[in-house]
């Protein structure tokens, strides 16, 4: 392996495939942007380093697959974590059979109700944030993310998966409703409630 | 093809003339008139009588400035949606009466997708853009992508040009309160926290709109306020443009929109792009704001491409959303 390759480049990170005492880790590194003042990006950098390990670890505390942490730089805002060799459900949940896919959208509401059980809130629940890995799908990037108990929040978050769905995956959009199963059979509260909040967001948007 | 195109969503009434060459839009003329309320936002009826008043008008100078004639028409498209319901419908009458008179074909195009498709047809190299869109109204960011053009991140409150009129408003600045806080925000110094809304590749401006308003309740300096709101609210468009731009791996970045005539906005979003090696289009003020070229242009792309709308379908649908609209002009 070189030390050191960048394996993505996303719009508010890089990622960094490297070493960190002998283990194969990946290092999530904060890009400072130009294009905002300094006070904003200080502020948005090390908040977000913060709150995204912060919640990291709350999630595997409840059961959820992430990455295991072994370093936060909350100056540079670089976390380093653990390199999990999957595949991102981005790319092949457009190519798995009817019924391999409806499982796996099962198994991704099962997930987010177990995290949000706990009042976690990812924030960007995208499938380009989900790692397919010994048959569990891994959470990454909980930037945008807070502990927030509020009905709102959770639909946000899952009105955010909707759309991603929608746009990325628009032939198989019945994805969402099998996502919505996988969560209504994990989630201790009423999911009717949240699933009406969604609706609720959805027409609250302009010119629904 | 020389097509006329009437623009009526919300304050403004506008009628432009474009033809098509060589898949590229020339604008022949695009004249616009504002409607601007006396006090508080726009009355829909008020804005609607305004437009009825000078579209007659501007549909014969429109024609003068082009130097054509009517019987050079081939086409007429009008603003479908989305907007306000008496604006559309003043716009759709006489883009049907002309229709009829002229017996030319009649077309309804989407004002969104409008904004998109008129960088694409007058800016060179920008071919396959995501949109920074951002109006009073209006806060998307739109790409193409499987055969429509895709809200990836929107408001989920208000406009950006809705929240700055509402601050402006609260502090007696007169509509549009856009230019004159791009103006006080020069000056300001001193950066005052704001919060910073990001749901995904979706915004929020409300919260931030009643704290702006408490900053100045509260005896903060306006100029450091205006500075504060335009460095958080730019920073986060930036922010949902960039991300856009990284999950549909696009590098084209194209701004339309009133609020794209902000200097600070244009700047911001440049740096980004350049700092990704992506490239940066923004059209022309006259086809920046709301505007009838861009409605003739989006009506001939339509045409061209085989659509066709009988006068009694020509309707309009105030909430006709972006991604509502079939791209048969796009591979």
Redesign the interface.
Known sequence: MTKDTIIYQGAEAKICRTEYMSFDVVQKRRISKSYRIKHIDDRLISYRTKEEAKLMIEARNHGVSVPTIYDVDLKNGIITMDYLKGKRIKDILNDLSEEERARICKKIGESIAKFHNNDIIHGDITTSNMILLDDKIHFIDFGLGEINSEIEAKGVDLHVLMEAIDSTHSKYSNCFDYVLEGYKKELKENANLIIRKIEEIVKRGRYR | MICLGIEGTAHSIGVGIISDENEKCRVLSNVIKIYTPEKGGIHPREAANHHALHLADLIKESAEKAQINFSDVDLISFSK??GLGPCLRTAATAARALSLSLKKPIIGANHCVAHLEIGRGTLDDCSDPVLLYTSG??TQVIAF??G?Y???G????I?IGNCLDKFGRTVGIEFPCGPAIEKLANKGKK?LELP?S?????IAFSGLLTMAEQYYNNGEKLEDICYSIQ??TF?AL??VT??A???TEKDEVLLGGGVAANKRLR???Q??AS?RGASFFVPSKDLCIDNGAMIAWLGTLMYNSGIRMKIENSIID????TDMVDVSWRD
Do not use: C, S
């Open positions: 949606g989305p109204a209006n992508a499987e429509r895709r809200v990836f929107e408001t989920l409150d406009g950066y910073y990001i749901k995904g590749m979706d460095e958080t920073a930036t922010e960039e991300r731009m990284a999950h700047n911001m979003v740096i980004m700092e105030q909430r006709f959303r």
